[in-house]
């Protein structure tokens, strides 16, 4: 299958982001403008010696998405966890978390927005007045520590402008699909410019509740409103103040014994979540050679996430036998977070070694508090029929109050060792500590867990020294060709498993399971990048391999027969590994045509280790969790002097295994994608369909005992969106 694939990537040439987001014709000279903001400089996305894939403005709002789950698609080897009613937990190269449903916020793909940390909360990633949004893959620990093992999501949203603009965009499509956003900006003083924009988005959610006769249960309905004040002073000195509020209030009622969308809960979930958050970034010159960066950041965040947990009501399991199984699981949450950092840069003047090498200098400190509370509580009876349960009765109440302090070091280098090559270097020192404290209730069993505080029986204070970088080599074959090697070291902190901690006794596993190590994954790259023909083709291509020591792997791997919500979650220390290929390009046929796509492989593999026999001998020698074997985007855009655009993609990806725990698996799926509009001057109409040949696709799936009165394993699946169509009326002023 991969070397198939190897070939296709011939054929395909893919790629869905270089030189697709213009409704005029690319050049060589725009192409080389399209810059990565998400390094210590600002740089071309030529000069970048990672793998990454750049979204800009117009790719995102040709390509029929209000949300980044939407994107996912077109990013080789990005894979998305549909735990939710959107999207928080993403992977890359089949590295990252599919859910928290307890202890420490411990993410490996960052998620920023506007310089602002929501690395495990990116449920909140609404699209309008979004820019450009940069995905790097592999490990980026030299820049964003701990939190970029597999790599980093940077979304950066429109910046302020002298010019005066202003946009209102209206959408309406099926399942009461409505979205109205406006944003406008401009100079506001000699020295000072500013932008606002604000946007509602509202659905029913692609569900239909029977016992309850609705058909929003699932429903989202999300506020988004971002502001943004750029001035300068004391010269060369400039200052850029972010602010950022998000409200989603979702429903969450999309889970069904029959894996269909007609729900028949009594209970529906929420899946909420309310963002303020702020950042201000400071820039300027400390004298001619050195430069000073200054990026201060705060987040809080109110998370609530809920759920029926039998997916039924009374009268439905009554259609089973004489049952009465009713279960809610509840789980507010708060985050808070600070960051600042300082960073200092060699100006031009300031360069060493005969004026060939740039430098960095800086340190980094963060504050991060998450307190959660959660409810588990139902009954189970089946006295009438089996005799089993009479009844069984749960009601379990646990809060956690965790905090983590970092403080890194960082460096790095860019050198031109000689008119074609380059040099770079990154090197990340980080310190961590973090203190946990919980207390677990079971109202119905008061001695369970023994003591009623995990931290009890486990150090709740651990820390780490960890060390990460890079160290990539590139050469330019020619003008607009370069080719680069690149190793880096990530690293992630290790942690604890509160439940095993507090169910000694009860739990299948040892207390040495209780911690787990620090992972640290080595990534060794070979790419490419360039243009052809005149600019009018660009190209990348990415070979990699990841060596992964102390592979932090998690799954559940206990449940008491009755009672939907008993898992326990286990992480552990395994052994990994994976390699693959990345490759994209976008060619400019004519002033109104151009092609291009992306094409991901990836063979991920669970090495055999003592502690996965135990936890997971299922998964041994077989693939990572959500690491699809391949991902394809293949499409075309039409823009014509006349005013009328068009963008096809056709999205496909293959089967993936749902968790480590068991061997189920997704299908693999083929999406297609179709936006058609005019623009007259200011004002655009276009027609667009997601999704439209109305595929079933799984973004998701469990696989337990949920149906009495034998609640035999079964995979369930929660689907993507079906099919969605509608229409959006723009006006866009000064732009």
Not at 452 to 463: H, K, V
Not at 512 to 526: G, K, V
Not at 663 to 685: E, F, H, M, P, T
């Amino acid at each position: 299958m991969f070397i198939k694939l190897l070939v296709l990537s011939a054929l395909a040439l893919p790629g869905a982001i270089y030189g697709a987001d213009t409704r005029e014709t690319d050049s060589a000279d725009s192409l080389l403008e399209e810059i990565v903001v998400s390094g210590y400089r600002i740089t071309s996305r030529l000069e970048t010696n990672t793998s990454l894939t750049l979204l800009g403005e117009e790719t995102i709002g040709l390509s029929t998405v209000e949300h980044f789950e939407e994107l996912v698609q077109m990013v080789p080897n990005m894979n998305l966890s549909g735990e939710g009613s959107r999207a928080r937990y993403f992977q890359l190269r089949g590295i990252g978390e599919r859910e928290q449903y307890e202890g420490a916020p411990n993410p490996s793909v960052g998620y920023i927005i506007d310089d602002i940390d929501l690395s495990g909360i990116g449920g909140v990633a609404s699209l309008y007045d979004v820019e450009q949004i940069e995905i790097l893959r592999g490990p980026q620990s030299a820049r964003y520590g701990s939190s970029a093992l597999a790599g980093v999501i940077y979304m950066r949203s429109a910046p302020p402008t002298e010019q005066t603009s202003m946009n209102v965009e209206l959408t309406a499509g099926n399942d009461g699909l409505f979205s109205l956003g406006a944003a406008a900006g401009g100079k506001l003083t000699e020295r000072s410019s500013g932008r606002i924009s604000l946007h509602r988005y509202e659905s029913n959610g692609f569900r239909s509740n029977d016992y309850l006769g609705r058909n929003d249960s699932n429903g989202r309905d999300e506020l988004t409103a971002r502001g943004k004040l750029q001035w300068s002073f004391a010269g060369d000195w400039n200052a850029l103040l972010s602010g950022l509020y998000m409200d989603f209030d979702n429903g969450y009622d999309a889970w069904t014994v029959h894996n269909d969308d007609i729900t028949h809960t009594d209970k529906p979930g929420r899946d909420s979540q309310r963002t303020r958050a702020g950042s201000l970034r400071l820039s300027g010159p400390l004298n001619d050679r050195v430069d000073l960066v200054s990026i201060t950041a705060l987040a809080d965040s109110d998370i609530f996430f809920s759920y029926d947990g039998d997916w039924g009501n009374d009268d439905f399991w009554q259609q089973y036998g004489d049952y009465v199984y009713d279960y809610q699981y509840l789980n507010p949450r708060q985050r808070s977070s600070a960051n600042q950092e300082f960073r200092l840069l060699s100006s031009p003047q300031g360069r060493l070694f005969n004026d060939s090498t740039d430098w960095v200098l800086g340190v980094f400190l963060q504050r991060l508090k998450e307190d959660n509370q959660i409810s588990s509580f139902g009954i189970y009876d089946d006295s009438g029929e089996e005799n089993y349960c009479a009844p069984c009765l749960t009601d379990r109440r646990i809060s956690s109050q965790y905090k983590a302090d970092t403080l890194a070091f960082f460096a790095s280098l860019d050198s031109k060792l000689s008119e074609k090559l380059g040099l770079s270097m990154g090197l990340r020192l980080e310190r961590w500590d973090a203190s946990y404290a919980d207390q677990w209730r079971d109202l119905n069993y008061p001695n369970q867990p023994p003591g009623g505080n995990s931290c009890a029986q486990f150090d709740c204070e651990p820390g780490e020294n960890m060390l990460g970088g890079h160290l990539a080599l590139s050469y330019d074959w020619r003008e607009n060709l370069t080719g680069y090697v690149r190793i880096a070291r990530g690293f992630k902190a290790g942690g604890f498993n509160p439940s095993l901690a507090a169910l000694q006794g009860v739990a299948i596993l040892g207390p040495e399971f209780i911690p787990y190590q620090p992972e640290y994954l080595w990534n060794f790259e070979l790419g490419l990048k360039g243009l052809w023909l005149d600019g009018s083709l660009s190209g990348d291509l990415t070979l990699f391999y990841m060596d992964r020591d102390n592979a932090q792997l998690s799954q559940s791997s206990q449940q008491v027969p009755y009672d939907p919500n008993s898992f326990v979650f286990v992480t552990y220390n395994g052994d990994a590994r994976s390699y693959g290929l990345e490759a994209s390009a976008a060619w400019q046929i004519n002033d109104s045509w151009q092609l291009h796509g992306s094409l991901g492989l990836l063979d991920s593999k669970i090495r055999q280790s003592e502690k996965t026999l135990v936890v997971s001998p299922d998964a041994v020698n077989r693939d990572l969790a959500h690491a699809p074997p391949y991902t394809l985007n293949i499409g075309a855009t039409y823009t014509a002097a006349s005013g009328w655009f068009a963008r096809l993609d056709i999205n496909a990806v293959d089967a993936f295994y749902f968790d480590i725990s068991h061997n189920q698996k997704s299908d693999a799926y083929r999406l297609v994608n179709l936006r058609i509009g005019k623009q007259w001057g200011a004002w655009g109409l276009s027609a667009w369909g997601r999704n439209l040949f109305d595929e079933n696709y799984a973004t998701r799936g469990f696989y337990f005992g949920n149906e009495p009165p034998w609640f035999e394993n079964t995979l369930y699946t929660k689907f993507g969106d079906p099919r969605s169509y509608g229409l959006t009326l723009t006006y866009d002023y000064g732009n």
